[in-house]
Nanobody, 121 residues
Framework: QVQLVESGGGLVQPGGSLRLSCAAS????????MNWYRQAPGKQRELVAT???????NYAYSVKGRFTISTDNAKRTVYLQMNSLKPEDTAVYYCNADVVQSGEIRSRNYWGQGTQVTVSS
């Protein structure tokens, strides 16, 4: 089994910064892709940022230039550095990963429990 545990959410003023972390643990052979999603009240969950095993990244248009996704492969951790935060960034942020477990061939998709980010003055 694989667990994803997020941390780093909280309350921040507009224009401020936060860094989210997501640590993967368990019987992991490899991680193909790690993503950050978010879901605001009354809205659908949306993909915010992606990083592949090769290091390629992709961002939603709404966060491009403000958010940065990165990984520490040794720690199996993905980060989301969020700068110039806006009230519309308020949401529950979820970590998501495509993982190949030890002894398996196919990957499985896993979700973290989510961490609340609130941007408000």
């Amino acid at each position: 089994q694989v667990q994803l545990v997020e941390s780093g959410g909280g309350l921040v003023q507009p224009g401020g910064s936060l860094r989210l972390s997501c640590a993967a643990s368990g019987s992991i052979f490899s991680i193909n892709v790690m993503n950050w999603y978010r879901q605001a009240p009354g809205k659908q969950r949306e993909l915010v940022a992606t990083v592949t095993r090769s290091g390629s990244t992709n961002y939603a248009y709404s966060v491009k230039g403000r958010f940065t996704i990165s990984t520490d492969n040794a720690k199996r951790t993905v980060y989301l550095q969020m700068n110039s935060l806006k009230p519309e960034d308020t949401a529950v942020y979820y970590c998501n990963a495509d993982v190949v477990q030890s002894g398996e061939i196919r990957s499985r998709n896993y979700w973290g429990q989510g961490t609340q980010v609130t941007v408000s003055s």
